[in-house]
């Protein structure tokens, strides 16, 4: 049975930063590009980063310059490192496959609040 676990979300204030993970299991991770997602209240689940088997990147508009997806295939994690956070990046982040066409069933994700 597959199943993704995040975890490192917090209350941070802005301009702060946190690191994110996802624990995957059930899947030969070392295969899969990978993602993570986010959601805000109200609004629609987002794409934020995407990171390949060969480990090449990309990033959502909002995102680029301030975050960085990595991935350990001998830990089947993928992380995202968060800088200059923003009110506006407060979501539940959830990682999972990508593209988007792709994903399997979706954790629990991690709440990210930035607030003063």
């Known amino acids: 049975q597959v199943q993704l676990v995040e975890s490192g979300g917090d209350l941070v204030q802005p301009g702060g930063s946190l690191r994110l993970s996802c624990a995957a299991s059930?899947?030969?991770?070392?295969?899969?590009?990978m993602a993570w997602y986010r959601q805000a209240p109200g609004k629609q689940r987002e794409l934020v980063a995407t990171?390949?088997?060969?480990?090449?990147?990309n990033y959502a508009d909002f995102v680029k310059g301030r975050f960085t997806i990595t991935r350990d295939n001998a830990k089947s994690t993928v992380y995202l490192q968060m800088n200059s956070l923003e009110p506006e990046d407060t979501a539940v982040y959830y990682c999972?496959?990508?593209?988007?066409?792709?994903?399997?069933?979706w954790g629990q994700g991690t709440q990210v609040t930035v607030s003063s």
């Open positions: 999972n496959r990508s593209p988007p066409g792709t994903v399997i069933s």
């Open positions: 059930g899947m030969i991770f070392s295969l899969a590009n």
């Open positions: 990171i390949t088997t060969y480990f090449a990147t």
